[in-house]
């Protein structure tokens, strides 16, 4: 498997603060968390600004950053137990669901993250001209679950009226720019490569055209063994994760600077506001009427539900089994 390892070791300095809940981070002890990741800015986000800020060091834990390509391999990487959690996209509703891994927190609605694309000088204008067509995407992620939502609600059916290539990502795009496929349901900002490399290319539809009915959303998650043993470090994790979701919120503009000058280098800030309006956060406190009242666990359930499918996954694992609110609800007050 190919990965890019990133360190990112908090300073000891930070140990002296305290932390969310005021208890002294040092008298908490230092943990080091080995974290899978995937660099786009729906999943590290919090992450990156927790690191900035040292959210996460206020509460004794230092990120030590592995990065992976697809959601897939970031849960082959945990279930190996060459990391120790990870934070993904939509397959958060697929291991779990086999029994692999235990989710305990939301990042964020993927609300337009995911996008199908078409070429209208290869004929397609509208779902109607898809029939009988080829639509590259990465089988088992976002994309993939946004695209199966976006064709049905379309009456079209993903298992006979069109054929669905498996690519990774970056090779899929390939495809659609060069002209071997004519649409491509990606996630941003691949959208990004598209746009320039394909002047006439079209977005048909994203997924907040199927919000909240088919909300997809991203989190972190942990292997039971971990997370078994590990009870003290979850809710620090969150309380560093609170601390950074609630600043990027607040103040979105002052945020993204730093994180394209930072993390994101490669990508204009203007592309990463972009990707900042593509998907939607909450405050903390909504974060907990929603895992509360059921709304989160339905949307977890409703993605696993079409990975039951896709997958053929065996006796399920129910959302409200492999994602554990209690944490954050014991952390979370009001």
């Known amino acids: 498997m190919s990965m890019n390892r990133r360190k990112f070791l908090q300073g000891t300095g930070a140990a002296l603060g305290l932390s969310a809940a005021g208890a002294p981070a040092i008298a908490q002890g230092r943990t080091k968390v080995k974290v899978g990741y995937l660099h786009t800015l729906a999943v590290d986000g919090q992450i990156w600004t927790g690191m900035n800020r040292g959210s996460f060091a206020k509460e004794g834990v230092d990120l030590d950053m592995v990065q992976f390509t697809t959601g897939l391999e970031l849960f082959q990487a945990m279930i190996g137990g060459s ?25 964020n609605v993927e609300f337009a993250t995911a996008q199908l694309w078409v070429r209208e000088d290869m004929g397609i204008k509208s779902f109607a001209d898809l029939k009988g067509k080829t639509i590259s995407t990465t089988t088992g992620t976002t994309a993939h679950v946004f695209l199966d939502s976006a064709l049905r609600a379309n009456k079209l059916d993903p298992t006979k009226d069109v054929e669905i290539i498996n690519q990774r990502m970056a090779e899929a795009v390939t495809s659609f720019i060069s002209g071997a ?76 600077e730093m994180l394209q000058k930072n993390y994101y280098q490669q990508v204009p800030v203007t592309d990463l506001k972009e990707q900042y309006k593509a998907q939607k956060m909450f405050l903390s406190g909504e974060w907990r009427k929603m895992y509360a009242d059921g709304t989160v666990t339905k949307w977890l359930q409703q993605v696993t539900d079409f990975f039951v499918r896709f997958g053929g996954i065996q006796n399920a694992v129910p959302a409200s089994t492999y994602f554990d609110t209690k944490p954050y609800l014991d952390t979370v007050k009001g």
Not at 185 to 190: C, H, Q, R, T
Request: charged content about 15%.
């Open 83 to 107: 990391i120790d959690m990870l934070a993904t996209g939509a397959v958060i509703s697929n291991f779990p669901a086999r029994g692999q891994g235990k989710a305990f927190l939301i990042n």
């Open 181 to 256: 496929v004519p649409a491509v349901a990606l996630w941003v900002p691949f959208n990004i490569t598209v746009r320039s490399k394909v002047p006439g290319a079209k977005m048909l539809v994203d997924a907040s055209a199927y919000y909240p009915q088919a909300a997809i959303v991203g989190g972190w998650a942990t292997h039971a063994d971990y997370y078994a043993k590990n009870r003290d470090v979850i809710p620090r994790i969150i309380r560093g994760w609170v601390d950074a979701n609630d600043y990027i919120i607040k103040n979105p503009d002052a945020v993204l």
